[in-house]
């Protein structure tokens, strides 16, 4: 097969993947913004000013590091944490952590938040988990957060989402898991909602496992 047929062949395998993933998007547009409108909700309730000034608080503490900028770092933070119904905070952490200098931002924020809390009386107001968008401008990516952080152009254009499929379907079947699983992995880490990644992952081991007996 020459370099013109594998492309071809490349293409339209990306291209049957992103037609399944966008029959999807819109109920996963729908859970988004039920999501969003659950987390709205809980903010205006138990934070002080409501969801307008803890999102006031998050931009005056959280921006995207240099360090994050150059290396294109992008992706999905689920900022989970507890503040219970006499306004103690606790258990914070941070799934699907980015690093380069973002995770301590978080952390900042979450610090400067103490003494803004409402009290409660119902359980169901004190477990919190916000989805954190970080994206290049300019770039094109699958994530959705109930924030979105957006870093400047680097200067140099950053991988796509696309970019990160291609190089999974094209490696795939070759003896080059490792650098199939790593572009797996980063579209994952844009978009850890997307249950279509979870799935081609879960696929691409098993297969890879038994081609390996």
């Not at 009290?119 to 968008?133: N, Q």
């Not at 994530?143 to 152009?153: D, L, M, P, S």
């Amino acid at each position: 097969m020459n370099l013109w047929m594998k492309w071809q062949l490349t293409s339209i395998l990306v291209l049957l993947v992103f037609t399944g993933w966008s029959q999807n998007t819109e109920m996963a547009d729908q859970i988004s913004e039920s999501r969003n409108k659950t987390i709205r909700h809980q903010l205006d309730f138990r934070f002080k000013g409501g969801s307008g000034e803890f999102e006031r608080v998050f931009f005056a503490n959280v921006e995207y590091s240099p360090e994050a900028r150059k290396a294109c770092v992008m992706g999905v933070t689920i900022m989970s944490f507890k503040v219970d119904c006499n306004n103690k905070m606790s258990d914070f952490r941070l799934k699907n952590p980015l690093g380069y200098g973002l995770n301590e931002k978080m952390g900042t924020f979450f610090t400067s938040t103490e003494g803004k809390w409402n009290a409660c009386t119902d359980e169901k107001y004190t477990r919190f988990e916000i989805p954190i968008l970080f994206v290049i401008e300019g770039t094109e990516t699958g994530g959705n957060g109930f924030f979105v952080v957006e870093g400047k152009y680097p200067g140099f254009k950053c991988k796509n989402d696309a970019y990160f499929l291609e190089v999974f379907e094209e490696l795939k079947g070759k003896s080059k898991s490792k650098k199939a699983l790593h572009a797996l992995d980063e579209l994952i880490k844009r978009d850890p909602y997307n249950t279509t990644y979870y799935d081609m992952k879960k696929e691409y081991l098993k297969e890879d496992k038994e081609e390996k007996k």
